[in-house]
């Protein structure tokens, strides 16, 4: 299965920064790559699909990028809404895999 | 808006069955273009995509627990289930239900999780 690494695990921030998220496959899964952000006690939400479609609702401020094996989940100025953690998930290849997750605290 | 909500025993003896039902409302699920599936996340670990299960009741399984579970969906009740059969303290954690995308594999809905101990 293709193993999904993201880092770093936890990238504190200040409010108002910026902030950028990595995501590793072990192998390429092409443009098959969604990010999600998780806060405990909630429902995951879909944030981008496609490693650059933002899903509905979704602030202009979250934007993805990469192919192949390398994928980035950038957010542009932080707010306090978004402290939470962060999961990319491969979809190209059966099962589908998800990475560690990174967490995003306040500075 | 479609929500998703999941019920069912939060303790499961060892070696016993988990049994977890998806109550599906603001949509359909027997929806042409999604899957219905079960995504958990044991007690600090990562994400692990379970199984899905299609509005016909074609299933996908992760290999690594396709020996144990058995999912399906009820569509005159508007739910979808997971039972995993054998279960073991390594089967505690939190169980979302999820909607995906039909032919993809991104979930584009999510329930808010359950935590389902198992221990006697």
């Known amino acids: 299965e293709v193993v999904m690494t993201q880092s770093p695990a936890t990238l504190s921030v200040s409010p108002g920064e910026r902030a950028t998220l990595s995501c590793r496959a072990s192998q390429s899964v092409s443009s098959n790559l969604a990010w999600y952000q998780y806060r405990p006690g909630q429902a995951p939400r879909l944030l981008i699909s496609d490693t650059s479609a933002r899903a509905t609702g979704v602030p202009a401020r979250f934007s993805g990028s990469g192919s192949g094996t390398e994928f980035t989940l950038t957010i542009s100025s932080l707010q306090s809404e978004d402290f939470a953690v962060y999961y990319c998930q491969q979809y190209n290849n059966w099962p589908v895999t998800f990475g560690g997750g990174t967490k995003v605290e306040i500075k | 808006q479609l929500q998703l909500q999941d019920s069912g025993p939060r303790l499961v003896r060892p070696s016993e069955t988990l049994s977890l039902t998806c109550s599906v409302s603001g949509g359909s699920v027997s929806s042409r273009t999604h899957y219905w599936g079960w995504v958990r996340q044991p007690p600090g670990k990562g994400l692990e995509w379970i199984g899905s299960v299609y509005y016909s009741g074609s299933t996908n399984y992760n290999p690594s627990l396709k020996r144990r579970v058995t999912m399906s969906v009820d569509t005159s009740k508007s739910h979808f289930s997971l039972m995993l059969g054998s279960v073991t303290a390594e089967d505690t954690a939190v169980y979302f239900c999820?909607?995906?995308?039909?032919?993809?594999?991104?979930?584009?809905?999510w329930g808010q999780g359950t935590l389902v101990t198992v221990s006697s």
């Open positions: 999820a909607r995906l995308r039909y032919i993809t594999g991104y979930f584009d809905q």
